[in-house]
């Protein structure tokens, strides 16, 4: 991975789908290390399903869908990729 930009001392802004275990995010965390150390990180989602395994709360949510851990899912379907309106689709998995 490259970037073009040297992070030291910039405002960094992480954008992330679904927030759900945490683990995503503090993958990104731990990269971010190998390009500078930014003055500062925020997280930005587009749901914040709950139920975290780390740490690791966003600063900016479009929305809060607490769902059962086991059960639940999350689709994010944006218009670019996927046929349709843009839209945010909660389900139950099938066993």
Do not use: M, W
């Amino acid at each position: 991975t490259s970037l073009e930009v040297p992070l030291r001392d910039k405002r960094v802004v992480l954008v992330d789908d679904v927030l759900f275990t945490g683990r995503t995010n503090r993958a990104a965390l731990d990269a971010i290390k190998d390009f500078g150390r930014p003055r500062q990180i925020e997280l930005c989602v587009l749901v914040d399903r709950g139920n975290r395994e780390l740490p690791i709360q966003a600063d900016y949510v479009g929305i809060h869908a607490e769902t059962d851990k086991r059960k639940d899912a999350v689709a994010v379907l944006l218009s670019e990729v996927d046929p349709g309106p843009d839209r945010v689709v909660l389900f139950t998995r099938q066993a």
